[in-house]
């Protein structure tokens, strides 16, 4: 059984930074590609950033790009997202996410985490 599994999420003043964890388990995913999305209040579930499995190229969405970075720790089955520079628009829940195919689109998610919530506060 596939579970990826959240934490590091919290409250946060501006400016601040968090570091969220992502630990996989039940599959190989030597092949995917693991991403962060993001959903606001109100809003729809929107992509992050996403790095592949093997080899370790990223990509940002331009509205966290420079503030952000997703790393992975082969030997930990672990994906992080480490969040700098925090503004109050980032407030949502962030969800892992894993998926055969490299790209910013919820329906090419195969497994979600259940969430966790980063509220930024001004």
């Known amino acids: 059984q596939v579970q990826l599994v959240e934490s590091g999420g919290g409250l946060v003043q501006g400016g601040g930074s968090l570091r969220l964890s992502c630990a996989a388990s039940g599959r190989t995913f030597s092949s995917y590609c693991m991403a962060w999305f993001r959903q606001a209040p109100g809003k729809e579930r929107e992509f992050v950033a996403r790095?592949?499995?093997?080899?370790?190229?990223?990509y940002y969405a331009d509205s966290v790009k420079g503030r952000f970075t997703i790393s992975r720790d082969n030997a930990k089955n672990t994906v992080y997202l480490q969040m700098n520079s925090l503004i109050a628009e980032d407030t949502a829940v962030y969800f892992c996410?894993?998926?055969?195919?490299?790209?910013?689109?919820?329906?090419?998610?195969?497994?979600w985490g259940q969430g966790t919530p980063v509220t930024v506060s001004a």
């Open positions: 996410a894993a998926g055969p195919r490299c790209s910013t689109l919820v329906s090419d998610v195969n497994y």
């Open positions: 790095i592949r499995w093997t080899g370790g190229s990223t």
